[in-house]
């Protein structure tokens, strides 16, 4: 059977490769069993297929590979070509395991275990314990670690293919809020208004990046509910602000989008004072956060950088973080741009990398409703860069 190595899978085992060298961990060691059961996250991105009985995907900081399968998931693996020693067993993998092992010597063994990092943590108590007594006997039991330093990197460093997947997930949210910003009028419900979304979301085949009942959600006006809500029978008026939290699934990637219109009431041409004030004093806040968002810095300075901006044009600050990183699931990762509170814990500490991609996002409430931003950026080299197309204005509707 030929082989085409996937070339998204290749990217990212070359990286974990790179990253183990740079942390000065030796091997990292996938152990998972039933993952249309039990997800185990990291699947997604070193081996990119599910697998049934016990499997052990070894990588070193070398760039070794090889793993270790039932019998009935040999073929799958070998159709990725990705890794080059694939060992299919029926009784016991411990034999074929031990030797990979043996093969590296590594004095340091990262297993997938975490405290904070839910991407890092996909080892079950159970295969914890189940894979202590593989090892029972050798040297390498005693050499464990956590893979949370490394899964955060890998997941976080977006690869060119990942990249790619991401943008064009945010190019169709776009082409959607086109299509949508074309069908808005007043007097429609959210409920009619979140069916719209869906369908075209349907109609270019794409899903939602989190759960369909409330993806896009919708906050028609002052008094709709706010938050991680479905929506409701609220009319959509003349006067009023619709803010949408809309993202799509492409292609396994995910995008994440807010945006605001103004419908017009007969006569005008601009949303009233107060609502341009609010954009204005968001939009500034976000950019305030762009200029400080670049490698290196912690994700609190970011946030801090847009709430002082916000406060300074007069308004409250926002009771959450200014970003989150986004890839595989719409909040990804392990790094977060957000504020020094406890319920963060040690996310908005982690250092930006280049190649992580963030949301920038926050809200201002107003007498006819909410003004709300969310960009989606790239980090390079020196700084960011958009992938999705900013909203500099209010989107007016007028009828």
Wanted: one cysteine or more.
């Amino acid at each position: 059977m030929p082989q085409t190595k996937s070339v998204l899978i290749e990217e990212k085992l070359k990286q974990a490769a790179a990253i183990l060298c740079k942390k000065g961990i030796d091997a990292w060691l996938t152990f998972c069993r039933e993952t249309s059961e039990i997800n185990e996250p990291v699947l997604k991105l070193i081996a990119g297929t599910s697998v049934t009985w016990d499997s052990a995907f070894l990588l070193g900081a070398g760039g070794d590979r090889g793993c270790v399968v039932g019998r009935l998931d040999v073929n799958a693996l070998k159709a990725l070509g990705n890794y080059p020693e694939v060992i299919g067993y029926d009784e016991s993998l411990r034999g074929h395991l031990v030797r990979l092992l043996d093969a590296l010597n590594p004095k340091t063994l990262a297993i997938n275990y975490s405290e904070s990092n839910t991407a890092a943590d996909g080892l079950t108590h159970g295969m914890y314990l189940k894979l202590l007594g593989l090892l029972e006997g050798t040297p390498y039991a005693g050499r464990l670690v956590s893979a949370e330093d490394v899964v955060a990197a890998l997941r976080g460093r977006k690869s060119a293919e990942e990249l790619r997947r991401i943008t064009a997930a945010v190019q169709t949210t776009e082409l959607i809020i086109d299509e949508f910003t074309a069908h808005l009028r007043p007097g429609r419900t959210e409920v009619q208004m979140q069916a719209f979304v869906q369908e075209r979301m349907r109609a270019h085949g794409v899903g939602p990046s989190w759960d369909a009942a409330y993806c896009p959600t919708m906050t028609a006006g002052p008094s709709s509910p706010a938050g991680h809500v479905g929506p409701t029978e609220t009319v959509i008026e003349s006067g009023q602000t619709l803010a949408i939290d809309v993202g799509v699934k492409q292609d396994d990637y995910c995008s994440d989008i807010q945006r605001t219109w103004y419908l017009a009431r007969p006569g005008e041409t601009r949303p009233p004072e107060p609502v341009a004030r609010a954009f204005a004093a968001v939009r500034g806040a976000i950019e305030a956060g762009e200029k400080a968002l670049r490698p290196g810095v912690e994700g609190w300075v970011v946030d801090a950088a847009a709430r002082q901006a916000l406060v300074g044009a007069g308004y409250p600050e926002f009771k959450h973080a200014l970003g989150h990183q986004l890839g595989l699931s719409a909040h990804d990762g392990s790094g977060l741009l957000g504020p020094r509170w406890e319920r963060y814990g040690r996310t908005p500490h982690a250092l930006v990398e280049e190649g992580q991609v963030y949301t920038l996002e926050l809200e201002v409430a107003t007498e006819v409703g909410p003004v709300t931003l969310e960009e989606d950026v790239v980090v390079t080299r020196d700084g960011c860069e958009y992938l999705s197309r900013p909203q500099t204005e209010v989107l007016v509707v007028r009828t």
